[in-house]
């Protein structure tokens, strides 16, 4: 029972890994916020910016900052959302670019926490200055 699964999730694997992304902005206007939010900038834009928001999302917000259960990650427009087992609990939205730079829409219960709002933030910013994509102290 579990061999057939394990095949059609692996051929459905290889067929998203060949989709293409678009390197221009969103594809579709981002969703509304899930709860109280903030718009961050990062210098990186395009395909370089996505592929940041998901590797700090999936390196430390997913368990050092939200600890949350699972991450989900639109390939096309960069959202994520960090999910618990019955709510949203961190979404990531692209917006359109200002002044060279990417925008993006951080929202949620984890941005209603103060402490954990500054480690998102703070987590990005590094990110962004430097590569670096781990968490460098966990949540208390």
């Given amino acids: 029972m579990i061999r ?7 051929v459905l694997a290889a067929l998203s890994a060949c989709a293409p992304i678009p390197l221009g902005g ?3 206007p981002p969703r509304p916020a899930v709860g109280p939010e903030i718009i961050v ?3 990186q834009r ?3 910016a996505r592929d940041l928001i998901e590797h700090v999302g999936a390196r ?3 368990d050092g900052v939200t600890r949350g259960a699972q ?7 960069g959202r994520i959302v960090i999910v618990d087992d019955t709510k949203d609990l ?6 359109r670019p200002k002044d060279g730079r990417s925008r993006i829409r951080l929202s949620g219960p984890a941005i209603g926490d ?4 500054q480690k998102i933030v703070a987590s990005l910013d590094k990110a962004a200055r430097t590569g670096e994509t781990s968490c460098p102290i966990a949540a208390g």
Avoid: E
């Fill in 4 to 10: 057939p699964f394990l095949s059609a999730f692996m």
């Fill in 26 to 28: 969103p594809v579709a």
């Fill in 41 to 43: 900038r990062i210098p």
């Fill in 46 to 48: 395009g395909q370089a």
């Fill in 60 to 62: 430390c917000w997913l």
């Fill in 71 to 77: 991450m989900i990650v639109n390939r096309q427009t």
């Fill in 90 to 95: 961190l979404a990531a939205d692209f917006l």
């Fill in 114 to 117: 103060p402490v954990k709002k």
